[in-house]
């Protein structure tokens, strides 16, 4: 028996993501602070980063002035879904 295939989506590890890199993840968080809290991309120090392999997301900690955040990306969907200031 043949399967249709037509109009059915990958799964998720099919599936190209947006955010291979860190320096993709590291590019997008700054864009998010910057838009965020409307200050210059070159005041802004990357802290830390790491994929979460499970979920696939990215984590970036930034830091700037006297503020820390965490910003939670899809690595899919190449979209900021968190950042929370610490």
């Known amino acids: 028996m043949r399967q249709n295939t037509y109009g059915m989506s990958p799964g998720i590890g099919l599936m190209k993501r947006r955010l ?3 320096k ?3 590019a997008l968080s700054i864009s998010g602070i910057v838009k ?3 200050i210059r991309p070159e005041d ?3 802290l830390e980063t ?7 997301d990215w984590y970036v900690a930034l830091g700037w002035n006297e ?7 899809d690595s899919v969907l190449g979209s ?3 950042i929370k200031e610490i």
Not at 67 to 73: D, V, Y
């Open 80 to 82: 900021i879904t968190e």
């Open 36 to 38: 965020k809290y409307n």
């Open 50 to 56: 790491k994929y979460h392999e499970d979920a696939g």
């Open 44 to 46: 802004i120090k990357t």
């Open 67 to 73: 503020k820390k955040a965490i910003i939670q990306m």
């Open 20 to 22: 291979e890199k860190e």
């Open 24 to 26: 993709d993840a590291i």
